[in-house]
């Protein structure tokens, strides 16, 4: 089995976060594949069989070259911080026990060992990488996830709020590379909100920028249609173009109407602009009445 050189991602962000340093440390230990359970903080939710019968391969020839990383439990038990396709693949290649480092970590750091040693991997799909993103800003900020992506863009409005933030986010996100963290919660944390269908599209393989296009039509019948079209080579500006077709001869306070009666479309707005709104509409109620 072919293996990719390991990424620096660990290495550069050692020091910044608690947890990577031990991504790249050797294993101090072996315990029992029936002491282990996965951990809880995994971005990556599939496990495709093709590639765990060949990484099981590779094990019965070469043994496991990196240790999993785990955290003690109750009762005699650990969690599998990092390396749940390598405990899954020891199991089909008939391993009583693995190489492991064992840690103390908190669920912080728990959270960012894992974010980063999935990102360090070649083959994750757009919702994995994002869960994994999200889990090294959750980290380096103390936040949960779901907390993380509010701040993010809390940040991003106003950064002179708490400039420490941004500058960890920045030196992390730098570390990971790819994209800055701005660039990230505008363009793709979105993936997530996405209904499942187009969710599971995504991890069969649909780009995520047409997901994000599909995931505005409200109907399960339309999205279907749309996935179809997406399948069968429709561009992101002809999904656009099914989903919101132009009109040409819209009326323009139509279109404001139908804007301000979207509740998705209010329920972005930041409190500074709602209230702005607000007023703009007060304004425009009081000229309706003549005054």
């Given at each position: 089995?072919?293996r990719?050189?390991?990424?620096?991602?660990?290495a550069?962000l050692?020091?910044?976060?608690?947890?990577?340093e031990?991504l790249?440390?050797?294993?101090?230990?072996?315990?029992?594949l029936?002491?282990?359970?996965?951990?809880?903080?995994?971005?990556?939710v599939?496990?495709?069989s093709?590639?765990l019968?060949?990484?099981?391969?590779?094990?019965r020839?070469?043994?496991?070259?990196?240790?999993l990383?785990?955290?003690?439990?109750?009762?005699?038990?650990?969690?599998?911080?990092?390396?749940?396709?390598?405990?899954?693949?020891?199991?089909?290649?008939g391993?009583?026990?693995?190489?492991?480092?064992?840690?103390?970590?908190?669920?912080?750091?728990?959270?960012?060992?894992?974010?980063?040693?999935?990102?360090q991997?070649?083959?994750?799909?757009?919702?994995?990488?994002?869960?994994?993103?999200?889990?090294?800003?959750?980290?380096t900020?103390?936040?949960?996830?779901?907390?993380?992506?509010?701040?993010?863009?809390?940040?991003?409005?106003?950064?002179?709020?708490?400039p420490g933030a941004v500058?960890?986010?920045?030196?992390?996100f730098?570390?990971?590379?790819?994209e800055?963290?701005?660039?990230?919660?505008?363009?793709?944390?979105?993936l997530?909100s996405?209904?499942e269908?187009?969710?599971?599209?995504?991890?069969?393989?649909l780009d995520?920028?047409k997901a994000?296009?599909?995931?505005?039509?409200?109907?399960?019948?339309?999205?279907?249609?749309l996935l179809?079209?997406?399948?069968?080579g429709?561009t992101?500006?002809?999904?656009?173009?099914?989903?919101?077709?132009?009109?040409?001869?819209a009326?323009?306070?139509?279109?404001?109407?139908?804007r301000?009666s979207?509740?998705?479309?209010?329920?972005?707005l930041?409190?500074?602009?709602?209230r702005?709104?607000?007023?703009?509409?007060?304004?425009?109620e009081a000229?309706?009445?003549?005054?």
């Open positions: 089995m072919t990719r050189p390991r990424p620096a991602i660990g550069r050692s020091g910044l976060v608690e947890g990577v031990a790249s440390q050797p294993a101090t230990t072996t315990l029992p029936e002491a282990l359970q996965p951990g809880q903080f995994q971005p990556r599939q496990f495709a093709e590639g019968e060949a990484l099981a391969a590779s094990i020839e070469q043994g496991i070259l990196q240790p990383l785990v955290r003690p439990l109750s009762g005699s038990r650990y969690e599998i911080v990092a390396g749940e396709r390598r405990w899954r693949a020891a199991q089909i290649a391993l009583a026990e693995v190489p492991v480092l064992l840690r103390d970590l908190s669920d912080e750091g728990a959270r960012l060992a894992a974010a980063v040693e999935n990102l991997r070649e083959n994750l799909n757009p919702l994995e990488e994002v869960r994994a993103r999200l889990g090294v800003a959750a980290a900020l103390g936040l949960t996830p779901d907390e993380v992506v509010p701040r993010l863009f809390a940040l991003d409005r106003r950064p002179e709020d708490n500058e960890r986010l920045d030196t992390v730098g570390a990971l590379g790819r800055s963290w701005r660039s990230f919660v505008k363009n793709r944390a979105a997530l996405l209904p269908d187009v969710q599971a599209a995504v991890e069969g393989g995520y920028r994000l296009v599909i995931g505005r039509a409200e109907d399960p019948t339309r999205r279907a249609e179809d079209a997406a399948a069968a429709a992101v500006q002809a999904l656009r173009e099914q989903v919101a077709p132009r009109r040409v001869d009326d323009p306070a139509r279109t404001v109407a139908r301000l979207d509740r998705r479309t209010l329920t972005a930041d409190p500074a602009r709602r702005k709104l607000d007023r703009l509409l007060g304004q425009i000229l309706l009445d003549g005054n």
